[in-house]
Structure formats: C-alpha cells, structure tokens
Nanobody
Framework: QVQLGESGGGLVQAGDSLRLSCAAS????????MAWFRQTPGKKRLFVGS????????QYADSVKGRFTISRDNAKNTGYLQMNSLSPEDTAVYYC????????????WGQGTQVTVSS
C-alpha cells in the first residue's frame, strides 16, 4: 500500500507560478511511477504528466508541455509539479497518483488540491 497526500494548491493570478507537492508513504520502494491528473466539475479526470520513480523519465500532456515540470525527490519520497505561466484554463483539482508496475492502472490516489487561476 502507498499513501499519497498533495499540498501547495491555492489561488493565483494568470501568469503566476505554483508548485504542488505529493508526499508518499508506505511501500514507496515499490512505486514504478507517479502521475498528476486534474479535474474540473462535471468533467473527466485528465492526465497532466508522469515521472518514473527510479529513472526520472517524464511524460506530459500537450496542454502543459513547456509550462509544467514534474520532478521527484526519492530521499523525501515526494513528487512535485511545478506549474508556470498559469492560465484560468488550468483551474482544477489536482491529484497525484501512483502505480506499482508499468502497465498497471494508477491505483493509489491522493485527496486532491485545488488550484484556482484568476484572470
């Protein structure tokens, strides 16, 4: 089992930056990758990006490429989502998630953190 907890959300203005954190506990040594998703009311939860826990390989949704950066600190068992040049379209609840094997579904989820970007 892995427990995840996000922090760092808040209200910012368009063009600002924000960094979200995802603290992991439990069987973190078994984590294959961590991902970030976001969701707005009435919409599906969308993939933002991911990072492999050991190799640090990243993937991003086209909508955030060049603006968002995912990183991790293995010593702290924490993942990060650095968001730059934020726009109102980035307003959402952001979730981190983890999976244990390549090809697995993301079975472990945090509670989410709200990011609101005002124009």
């Amino acid at each position: 089992q892995v427990q995840l907890g996000e922090s760092g959300g808040g209200l910012v203005q368009a063009g600002d930056s924000l960094r979200l954190s995802c603290a992991a506990s439990g069987r973190t040594f078994s984590v294959y990758s961590m991902a970030w998703f976001r969701q707005t009311p009435g919409k599906k939860r969308l993939f933002v990006g991911s990072i492999t826990w050991s190799g640090g390989l990243t993937q991003y949704a086209d909508s955030v490429k060049g603006r968002f950066t995912i990183s991790r600190d293995n010593a702290k068992n924490t993942g990060y989502l650095q968001m730059n040049s934020l726009s109102p379209e980035d307003t959402a609840v952001y979730y981190c998630a983890a999976r244990m094997e390549l090809g697995d579904a993301y079975d472990y989820w945090g509670q989410g953190t709200q990011v609101t970007v005002s124009s």
